[in-house]
């Protein structure tokens, strides 16, 4: 911080502006609330890589469903998981619509955001360690702003803007939609959350309007809000101040006797932290340590 408060050259501290952003961009968090310690382990070693499903995750999971034949209960909201003493008695799973399911084994992959919300109840309390890690673990915030003009205003080449300002910095280009994407995190998104979206929209054309002073009026738009979302309340986990490794390992061990399993992408320690490929991994790998402790119950 000392170094970047020494810098004379306006355009030598715009430049690095922008770095410091692309990183909390990237964390979906400010700076000061990031491990310098545990800074990029969150990648566990793997290089970066986007892919984009154009019609969706949901048909990912879909396609899931259709090869193996699975009981999915939709727009069931659980409320209280009740774990007996007596290991031989059922674990009892509670829903928002007062239905109830008994089970030997549980798999919560829930989001950290709702772990840190309590939208589960556990009785009796989940453990100290185990809630430690949930509030140690760091949860950031990014959200997209989708906005369509009706005609591409700036330079179709350009597969990305970067803007150096203090508010809205990084955007996505789709000239052939005559899209703009706008990402934003952190303290900035959750005051943006606040705000209609038309008054979000109108700052973005704010921000853009003296690098294009012809920018159109927009004539579609969709703003996130994840940390406002019930399901979420947040969008994907991070390695804060005091959160290490150790803090995702916790996260993802289980607990009351071995008969309560966690998933998500907060709790894939070894592999990367904060992805739809950690989330899915952590979900394949502890599946397979109930079905196969499953099949040696059965068998005995």
């Given at each position: ?13 715009r ?13 979906a968090?400010?700076?000061?609330q ?41 727009n ?8 007996p003493?007596d ?17 030997k ?9 709702c ?7 556990f ?21 997209k ?13 350009l ?28 303290r ?44 979420a ?34 709790t ?10 950690s989330?899915?991994?952590?979900g ?5 340590r ?11």
């Amino acid at each position: 911080r000392d170094k970047y408060e020494k810098i004379q050259d306006e355009q030598m501290r715009r430049l690095v502006e922008m770095n410091l952003a692309y990183i909390e961009h990237y964390e979906a968090s400010n700076l000061d609330q990031l491990s310098v310690k545990s800074y990029l382990k969150s990648d566990g070693g793997i290089n970066t890589c986007d892919l984009t499903l154009p019609i969706g995750l949901g048909t990912f999971m879909q396609q899931i469903v259709e090869r193996n034949p699975l009981p999915i209960q939709l727009n069931t909201i659980v409320t209280n998981i009740d774990i007996p003493s007596d290991k031989n008695e059922p674990i009892r799973i509670t829903t928002k619509d007062n239905r109830h399911y008994l089970t030997k084994y549980v798999l919560i992959t829930i989001p950290l955001g709702c772990l840190k919300a309590n939208s589960i109840q556990f009785t009796p309390p989940l453990p100290d360690w185990k809630q430690n890690a949930i509030d140690q673990m760091g949860l950031g915030l990014l959200n997209k702003i989708f906005i369509q003009y009706p005609s591409t205003f700036w330079d179709e080449k350009l597969d990305d803007l970067f803007i150096a300002s203090n508010s809205f910095r990084f955007f996505v280009c789709h000239p052939h939609d005559h899209i703009l994407v706008a990402f934003v995190c952190g303290r900035f998104a959750r005051k943006l959350e606040q705000q209609t979206d038309e008054e979000i929209v109108e700052e973005i054309i704010q921000c853009l309007k003296p690098i294009y002073p012809q920018i159109p009026k927009p004539i579609k738009w969709l703003v996130t809000r994840w940390s406002c979302d019930p399901f979420a309340y947040g969008s994907y986990s991070n390695f804060k101040v005091g959160a290490t490794h150790e803090t995702s390992r916790e996260l993802a061990k289980e607990c009351y006797d071995n008969r309560i399993y966690w998933a998500g992408e907060h709790t894939n320690y070894g592999g990367t932290i904060g992805c739809v490929d950690s989330a899915f991994e952590s979900g394949q790998s502890e599946a397979k340590r109930i079905y196969n402790k499953l099949n040696i119950l059965f068998r005995d």
